[in-house]
């Protein structure tokens, strides 16, 4: 064996747990954060286009905090949290950085996060102290920054690439006209302690998903779901959940959005942390309810990974196409 191969192969052998890790590190994107009222998400994209979702455990003070920021939104919707931004700074910084460790445990180096979910029922101090601890110094305000803040409408439209028109059910010829079809995609976001409905229009030219209604249904959290099927019967408690759902979807875009219809919803994606059986009952009463044939019922992916997957989606963004995002609070714009 020569002089140089022998140097080559000691080389090789010193260096092979750094070389390993590089190309660990260099085979998927960077990381996204979902945070959930009862978990949060840590995901990614690799580059053979599939998503890994690595769920945690945040720990009491976080679902505590969380508990009184759903009690609250239950209360006064419309109305900011009186537990202001300092408050929850430390609690989210807390379960982050303990997810961190254990995501770095596992992968054998830290992860970078370049994309955040912010729970819907999180107030502009929830949200600004989750943003500051994730992306500080302003760094996710930035214009043409690399980082992204996202909300539910996108990354389930994200998740199932409904931003692609052939995923929304239209034909070769529709999708020609694609800018002048309305598309509107309706998101069902069931926890234990609440149901919240998302319409959203879908705009295929700019791939975003901007919501342009939304309510909060308390009474209709999976944990009511027992209670209420025993005492109003369950044939009951179904048709006033449909009714529920179909006076939403009348409602519509309110004087925002005049011509939509219910048959312009061409997709519905359900996302949250409820049991699969309930969530599949929930969805074909919204199925029924919206009562039309093109819209579809997106599967594929576990109802609890759909906001991640997005998540990841809008991550692997900020590496392919860094150019067309500037992001304003937490709503993603072009």
């Not at 500037?326 to 072009?334: K, P, S």
């Amino acid at each position: 064996m020569s002089f140089h191969l022998k140097l080559l192969l000691r080389f090789l052998l010193l260096n092979f747990p750094l070389l390993s890790l590089c190309k660990r590190m260099d085979s998927s994107f960077p990381y996204a954060i979902t945070l959930g009222p009862s978990r949060i998400f840590a995901s990614r994209a690799t580059q053979n286009g599939e998503v890994e979702v690595f769920p945690f455990n945040p720990g009491h003070g976080y679902t505590t905090y969380l508990d009184g920021v759903i009690q609250h939104y239950a209360r006064e919707p419309s109305k900011q949290s009186p537990r202001n931004e300092h408050a929850a700074l430390p609690i989210i910084r807390d379960a982050i950085n303990n997810i961190s460790k254990e995501l770095s445990a596992t992968l054998g180096y830290e992860p970078v996060y370049r994309a955040l979910l912010l729970p819907t029922l999180f107030d502009d101090s929830s949200s600004g102290a989750a943003i500051d601890v994730l992306f500080p110094n302003g760094t996710a305000l930035a214009p043409g920054g690399p980082n992204h803040v996202t909300d539910v409408a996108g990354a389930a439209g994200y998740a199932y690439h409904l931003d692609q028109c052939e995923n929304l059910g239209l034909s070769p010829s529709e999708c020609t006209k694609i800018n002048l079809l309305p598309k509107f995609l309706l998101v069902v976001e069931y926890e234990h302690d609440y149901l919240h409905l998302h319409l959203a229009s879908v705009d295929v030219r700019h791939q975003l998903f901007p919501i342009i209604r939304s309510q909060h249904f308390e009474t209709f959290g999976e944990g009511s779901r027992d209670r209420l099927s025993q005492s109003l019967g369950m044939k009951r408690y179904r048709a006033h959940l449909s009714d529920s759902i179909k006076n939403f979807i009348k409602t519509g875009g309110g004087h925002l959005y005049r011509p939509f219809k219910a048959e312009h919803i061409r997709a519905i994606v359900g996302f949250g942390d409820a049991p699969g059986e309930a969530f599949t009952e929930l969805l074909n009463i919204t199925y029924e309810a919206v009562g039309n044939e093109r819209a579809k019922i997106m599967s594929g992916i576990d109802p609890a990974y759909v906001a991640a997957y997005g998540a990841a989606m809008f991550a692997r963004e900020t590496v392919l196409k860094p150019e067309r995002w500037r992001v304003h609070g937490a709503h993603l714009e072009l």
